[in-house]
């Protein structure tokens, strides 16, 4: 089994900033994409950034230029920095990964439980 836990969401004013933490645990032989999605009241889930494994990253339009995707591949961690926070910025956010759960490499699509993120105007 694999395991994340999301860690740093809170309520910030307009114009703040927070850092999201996604920790992967459990029997992992390795991770590939990591990614932050979010979902905002009465929304569907749309994707915020991602990260390959290579550390490419791919980022909403919406956030491109305010948040910054990163991974600390010894650590099994994902990191979502969110600047200049708006109030539509206001969602659940999830994390989600790729993991490669024993030695044939099976790959398992793991989803967070999601930490809200309140961006007050």
């Known amino acids: 089994q694999v395991q994340l836990v999301e860690s740093g969401g809170g309520l910030v004013q307009a114009g703040g900033f927070l850092r999201l933490s996604c920790v992967a645990s459990?029997?992992?032989?390795?991770?590939?994409?990591m990614g932050w999605y979010r979902q905002a009241p009465g929304k569907q889930r749309e994707l915020v950034a991602t990260?390959?494994?290579?550390?490419?990253?791919n980022y909403a339009d919406s956030v491109k230029g305010r948040f910054t995707i990163s991974r600390d591949n010894a650590k099994n961690t994902v990191y979502l920095q969110m600047n200049s926070l708006k109030p539509e910025d206001t969602a659940v956010y999830y994390c989600?990964?790729?993991?490669?759960?024993?030695?044939?490499?099976?790959?398992?699509?793991?989803w967070g439980q999601g930490t809200l993120v309140t961006v007050s105007s």
């Open positions: 990260i390959t494994s290579g550390s490419s990253t």
């Open positions: 459990g029997t992992i032989f390795g991770i590939t994409n």
């Open positions: 989600r990964i790729g993991a490669r759960i024993d030695r044939k490499l099976t790959y398992l699509d793991v």
